[in-house]
């Protein structure tokens, strides 16, 4: 699939060359600006989760947020991803090593949904621009609606 994804990419920017030659270069510098502010991030957010899977064996992360640790981590993978806050391509990533680590699929269902739509952290500025009731409304349903997220995820996966 990422073989595909990779020739089908190659293959747009060749045509995309094709037909404008410093269009398809602006994007490419754009491209590679953007690719550059995120790395550092991205790699220090890897760097942590690898020193920690080294650190924490899989048997602790499996208890904690396995498939045997059942609604508590979940509840506990819930709580760390509205409190965290990681951009989405560091986030899916650092969660593919949690399930390599021994994380359970519903647990990382949990922990990526509250991730992406809980935000704690951004309380103060969601406030600011959308009023205090509509935020707290908004994380709390937000929230709750991650909880379905994890046990239709856990369902389809367990299905397969």
Do not use: D, H
Request: no cysteine; net charge positive.
């Amino acid at each position: 699939m990422t073989l595909t994804l990779y020739i089908a990419t190659i293959i747009l920017l060749l045509v995309s060359f094709t037909k404008n030659k410093m269009k398809t270069k602006k994007a490419l510098k754009k491209a590679w600006k953007a690719f550059e502010n995120i790395l550092p991030e991205f790699l220090a957010i890897i760097l942590l989760v690898g020193l920690l899977l080294a650190i924490i064996n899989p048997e602790l992360i499996s208890k904690i947020i396995g498939p045997s640790s059942g609604w508590l981590g979940v509840i506990i993978a819930a709580i760390v991803g509205a409190i965290t806050l990681i951009p989405g391509f560091i986030a899916f990533p650092t969660a593919a090593l949690l399930l390599e680590g021994g994380a359970g699929y519903m647990q990382i269902g949990a922990f990526i949904s509250t991730l992406m739509m809980v935000g704690i952290v951004t309380i103060p500025v969601e406030v600011k621009y959308f009023g205090k009731k509509l935020t707290i409304q908004r994380n709390i349903l937000a929230f709750i609606f991650s909880f379905i997220v994890a046990i239709v995820i856990s369902l389809v996966v367990t299905s397969l």
